[in-house]
Every structure is written in C-alpha cells, then in structure tokens.
C-alpha cells in the first residue's frame, strides 16, 4: 500500500515519518508488524506527535471540521494541544458544545430506531 495509506491507517503524520517509510512501499505485513511491535520512530510519533489532524480532533473532543472552523490546519504536537486545551480558547469551547449535541443527537435516533424495530418485531 501507499505511505500515505499506511499512515493513516497507523495514526501518523505522513510528513513526520523517516524518509524510508514516506518512500517505499508497505506491504500488509509490514503494516500488522508495524501495529503489533511499533519501532521507535512510531512510537514516539503517537506519543509526541506531530499527530494528523483525525488524532488532534479526537483529543480535543471535536470533529475535523471543527478543527478546520478554529482555523488548525496543520498537524500539532502533544504539548500544542495541551497548550489547546489549557487556553480553551472561545472555538474550541463552541466546537466541544456541538460535538456534545451532535453525540446526543445520535444517541437519540439510534435508541428510536431501535423502538420503531422493536414495535416492527412484536407485530
């Protein structure tokens, strides 16, 4: 597979990874030896970042496109987004809010479905 989609699947910064994995290619069991016994540079990388912008919206609780609305779009370390976190600035409280509706709001229409199913079976 392409670097790129072994990063991704990885939680990595593409641009962050030795130049030997951005230029090669990795196999299927390069990838599960890479998960199974991270080297080094891996896990540093998940430790101290730079993280993709999927890993630094799951730590800061919001969606990418939140990320995108408070203006991040690069890749931040660890210590940025706790520095993130620490000045909760007026987005990312805003960008919190909504992911929390946006949970509540799945929630809800997942247990009514499950209420209209149910109805459906006992018929």
Do not use: C
């Amino acid at each position: 597979m392409k670097p790129a989609t072994a990063a991704k699947k990885l939680g990595v910064y593409l641009e962050a990874t030795p130049a030997e994995f951005r230029e090669g290619v990795v196999s299927r069991d390069e990838l599960n030896a890479l998960q199974a016994d991270p080297p080094e540079w891996l896990q540093e990388l998940r430790r101290n970042g730079p993280h993709p912008r999927p890993v630094v919206a799951a730590k800061l609780g919001i969606s990418i496109s939140g990320l995108a609305r408070g203006g991040v779009t690069e890749a931040l370390t660890t210590d940025q987004i706790e520095a993130l976190k620490n000045e909760l600035p007026e987005w990312l409280q805003k960008e919190r809010a909504t992911q929390a509706e946006v949970r509540k709001e799945t929630v809800r229409i997942k247990e009514k479905n499950q209420q209209k199913e149910a109805q459906r079976d006992a018929r």
